[in-house]
C-alpha cells in the first residue's frame, strides 16, 4: 500500500471518529438519554441535557478582550485551510489518468485505459528473471501518464540486471504499443525478507 492512500485512510479514520463521537455525544444530550437511558455522561461534558449548551457565553468571550486571541485564532485557521488545500492538491496532482489516447499525434477514436496497460506492463514484468512480483499504477493526467512500478525481487538476484531488463523489457515495449514519445516511470525494486528455519 502506498504511503498517500495510508495517509488518507488514516486522516479519514482519524476525522470520522472524532465527528461520530461528537455527534453522539451532542445527539445523546439534545435528546435527554443520559437521564432517561440513566447513562453516566463524560467528564466536565457540558450538553447533559436539551436545554444545556456546548459553550456559554462567558466561556465564548472569555479570552476575546486579550490582545493575543484574535492573531491566535487567524493563524490556526489560516494553517488548516492550508493544511486542507493541500492536501486536496495531493489527491489531485495523483489521480489516475482513467483513458488515455494511442499515439503521437493521438489517433482519433482510439484510448486505452490505464487499467489495462498496467496490468499488461506487471504481467510482462513478472516473466523477467530475478522478479517475484510486480505491481504496476498508472498516475498523472490522460496526455502525460506515468508509471510507477513497484518489483519485488527473488533472493539472490541482482538489482542492476533486473531494472536493465525492466528498462529494456515491459517498459520498452509498452512504450512502442502506446506510441508516446515519452513515457515517466519510477520504479521501486525492493527484497522479501525470509524467516530462517528453525532446526528440529
Not at 447513562?39 to 490582545?67: C, E, I, K, Y
Not at 502525460?144 to 538476484?157: A, C, F, W, Y
Not at 542492476?160 to 523489457?169: E, F, P
Request: proline residues 8%.
Amino acid at each position: 500500500m502506498k504511503r498517500q492512500s495510508v495517509i488518507n485512510r488514516i486522516l479519514l479514520a482519524l476525522a470520522g471518529i472524532v465527528l461520530l463521537t461528537g455527534g453522539l455525544l451532542v445527539l445523546a444530550g439534545g435528546l435527554d438519554l443520559y437521564r432517561r437511558r440513566h447513562l453516566t455522561p463524560p467528564d466536565g461534558w457540558p450538553l447533559t441535557n436539551p436545554h444545556n449548551v456546548l459553550l456559554s457565553a462567558a466561556d465564548r468571550t472569555r479570552w476575546t478582550g486579550q490582545g493575543w486571541w484574535w492573531p491566535v485564532v487567524i493563524a490556526a485557521l489560516a494553517v488548516i485551510v492550508l493544511l486542507a488545500l493541500w492536501w486536496l492538491l495531493e489527491q489531485l496532482r495523483r489521480t489516475r489518468p482513467g483513458h488515455m489516447p494511442i499515439g503521437t499525434p493521438p489517433t482519433e477514436g482510439v484510448e486505452l485505459h490505464d487499467h489495462a496497460l498496467s496490468d499488461a506492463i506487471a504481467a510482462d514484468a513478472r516473466q523477467l528473471p530475478g522478479v517475484q512480483q510486480a505491481r504496476v499504477q498508472m498516475t498523472g493526467r490522460a496526455n502525460h501518464p506515468e508509471v510507477r512500478i513497484t518489483v519485488t525481487l527473488t533472493p539472490g538476484s541482482e538489482p542492476g540486471s533486473v531494472l536493465q531488463a525492466l528498462c529494456h523489457g515491459p517498459l520498452e515495449r509498452a512504450h512502442q504499443s502506446t506510441g508516446w514519445t515519452q513515457l515517466p516511470t519510477q520504479a521501486r525494486l525492493q527484497v522479501t525478507t525470509h524467516k530462517p528455519h528453525r532446526a528440529e
